[in-house]
Structures are given as structure tokens and as C-alpha cells.
């Protein structure tokens, strides 16, 4: 394995864990604080929205900060990573997420490993996370195009806003979503629904990679006189 993709899947695998672990300890936190339900969902999207801002400012320059497999697909359609590498992205993405979850058990004395038995599914919370994911893509995407170097911190606000304004609380990520069937916590969804959450999440992507194509590329010449005339 080059060395170069050692380091980026090292940082994928790392970033990924940083982040579910991220979620899953803040969730148990909130939820040994306070029995106020409102209260809890706030105290687990502000670190959350957070850590992404960290994550993405630090391992963004190694492997381009994805930490989700969505993300990664939509940039190795885009010609933005080799396709050959999207596998081992994904592989490191998902492993790093259960350990993060297992890494939050062990710092609240947990058992490592734990099986959520919180019921995720239904029509709504599938098109919520569709429309989660897309607006992440929305975001990645127009932030590149616009305002690279602001990509962290408007992520960050992305998530911090959708665990709010979806019903599902904004997983938008196939590998935490894998990562948060590992833990009976705050956090957790039950394994049994895993799977469609991220079917609505690829389909969100997906349709994230097309609008964007319309909307973010740059004007040709001849359009842009046609504007100006």
C-alpha cells in the first residue's frame, strides 16, 4: 500500500472514530445529566457540530475529512478519488466508527460492546435522512466551489442545524450510522434498521451530486457574455 493512502486511511479511520465517539459519549453525557429529552438532543448536537469543525480542519489536508462513505462516493463520481480507493475508504469509515462508539463505552464505564434496541424506521425518518444527507452534500459541495476554506465551519453548522430540523436527528452518514447500532445508548439505532437508513442516505447523496452539478459549475464563456449582453 503507498504510503500516501496509508496516511489518508489512517486519517479517515481516526476522523470517524473522533466523531461517533464524539456523538455517542456526548449522548450518554447528556443523558446522565438531564431528563429533559429537548434539553439531552441540544447537549449532544453542539459537540457534535463541534468536533466536525475540528475534524475537518485537522485531517482535511491529509485525506479530504469524508468520515462517510456518502461523501465519498459523491467525490469518486465526481473524479475526486480514485475508485480503487473508495473500498478501503468505506472499510476504515466503518470500522473506526464502531470503535468510536466502543472507545465512548469505555470512558462511561460501559460495556465495549453493546446492540442498540432504539427503533429508527418508517417513511418519514427514511426521507428525513434523505434530505439530511442531500443538504450535506448541498453543503460540501457549494462550500468547495464557493468558500473552500470555510468547509469545516459550515459543515459544522450543517449538522448542528439538521439534528434539529429532520425527524431523524440527522445521521446522514452511512458509517455512523453502523457505528451507532453498536451502542444501547442516547444515540443508538437498532441494527435491524440500519439498512435503510442508509439506502435514503446514498439517494440523498445522489441526488445532491446531480443539483450541484447544475447549480455549482462555473459558467462557460459564451454564457457568461449571454448574461452580460
Known sequence: MKQDLLRRLIAEGLGTLLLVCTVVGSGIMADKLTDDVALALLGNTIPTGAILVVLITIFGPISGAHFNPAV????????????????????????????????????FDLSIVQYSTTSRTGGAQWFAEGVATFGLLMTILGAVRFRSESVAVMVGLYITAAYWFTASTSFANPAV?????????????????????????????????????????????????????
Not at 466503518?94 to 465512548?104: D, F, P, Q
Open 72 to 107: 465519498s462516493l459523491v467525490m469518486a463520481l465526481r473524479g475526486e478519488l480514485r475508485w480503487a480507493e473508495l473500498a478501503p475508504y468505506v472499510v476504515l469509515q466503518s470500522v473506526g466508527a464502531v470503535l468510536g462508539s466502543m472507545v465512548a463505552h469505555g470512558m
Open 177 to 229: 450510522t453502523i457505528g451507532r447500532a453498536f451502542t444501547d445508548t442516547f444515540a443508538g439505532i437498532a441494527p435491524v434498521d440500519v439498512s435503510s437508513f442508509i439506502l435514503a442516505q446514498i439517494a440523498g447523496a445522489l441526488v445532491a451530486l446531480v443539483i450541484a452539478g447544475v447549480l455549482f459549475t462555473p459558467a462557460t464563456d459564451a454564457e457568461t457574455a449571454e448574461a452580460e449582453a
